[in-house]
């Protein structure tokens, strides 16, 4: 059990012993859960940014990690085609944290809740050994709620933006090479990722399934694709970029194609669609559905494209 | 703002800029809050268990440690006279924990989530430098919220159980002399705090106002009196113990009198209401509100008592 994926899997099966009392109507698994908690769905997610572990301090400001934070909390909302409406707020804050850093972090966070909507209406606040910041958000589906289960042969795989941006952020970040391309855009890409309300109301229409690519693209597909019983070939050249993104990668040493498609944090949504004007005006596509299991990229040539690594996993 | 309830006195202003749009019906400074997501009240509230400041493996299991984390969440909700029915559980996992302790882990909170009723729906992995739980747990109001800005002079002040087991059981751990008194008893009592779904049903048709004892029966009155805009007055000689909870404190060399006010960790419930059987049946009268501020602990000749600290304040 030393894979993120593996513990997930347990513990599905170890919550879902109470049966079918209460059971939620999308649970554990999925972007987000959808409740009836008595006259309405209600999808709920949380996540946690750790220092160390998501950020550092000297790659990103409080203001910045508390945008973040409450972003990516809503992104698994939006995945559901869902919009959020409040949220509530658990910090674990380190001795070495100073007031006006604390302030940066909340002003960060409100203006993230306001751009959202989920509004910030409660919290904890402890000491802690490294600055923890955990949202979690509540929403309430636009339709029927989207999961990652829906799926079909002949599907179109579509996603919103641009990917491997805030992968491409970060390493410019850790390369401290800033004169690169279009470095400082991709930087800002990864600290404050996009916002998708109105994408996420018009998927409730279209989408069979849909994701947040948090992951990376190609993992976060996989997941649909297991979830929906069904496999994906991906066209590695119809990935969209964002404008020097490849010269960008190449002069910092990185394969644009892997970063794109295994690189995470790009907070874009991922989603199955049939084909049809409203899924193009929504997305790029990128790829289709098939029978079978597994994700396979081409190239343009239609050959096998192999990656080392699929995307990013917590434990392993 | 070193202090913690400094910070949430600021946090409280700041994210209620957003004005009255989708403004919650209990917002940030109660033990929980109460939303409108659409057809009925929602409460929801979020607790964090971080080692080293909340618990040390040494001093807890695993198991115990879930239980806890979870319990502790579900009080927050009982004290609004409300029911948890469903939560999320974020997790930091430090490098050193075993595949058998995460496990544990899951199963203590598991064994919760049937207890209280708030079954686990989803939740989020991720690397961390220390063990941290944060629980948020989802519930309903049995009728109308209670909050802890009802009280009114006139009222008794109630209490569930006995006070100061947990902080005792917590001193017994750490001084390690498991051979006073009945210390094994409030060992447990501190790793396994009290289920309250009965007393939070009953709540709603009696208290005015309620509040978890979790920072210490004294500081957690003078924030009910602080949101009423009223005084108590505490009876130190009423306060309900455990057998053998004097000789075991002496034995240990603390003050039975100060660790019942000011311990904190009892999440037992704390209520006010007009003198009545139902209240008298529901918890021990230690007080009455009055006109006025603050809260005064008199002894049983009347003289006041004074306590250097009236309980847990993070950043302080």
Known sequence: MHDEFAKIEWLKSRFDLDGESKKPIVGIGDDAAVL???????????DTHVEGVHFTRDLISCRDLGYRAMVAAASDVWAMAAMPSASVVALSLPADLSDEQFRELIEGLAEAAHSTGARVVGGNLSRGPSLTVTTTVLGSPVGESVTRSGARPGDGVYVTGTLGSAALGLAVLQTRDLETGHAPSFVKRWRRPPLHGAAAKALASIATAAVDVSDGCLQDLQHVCAASNVGAILSADAIPNAPDYKATCE??????????????????????????????ALGTKIGRIVDGSGVRVIDEAGQAIEFAETGFRHFS
């Open 251 to 280: 002069g910092l040493g990185r394969d644009p194609t892997a970063l794109s498609l295994t690189g995470g944090e790009d907070y874009e949504l991922m989603f199955t669609a049939p084909e049809s004007p409203e899924a193009k």
């Open 36 to 46: 009836d908690l008595g006259a309405g769905p209600t999808v709920v997610t949380v």
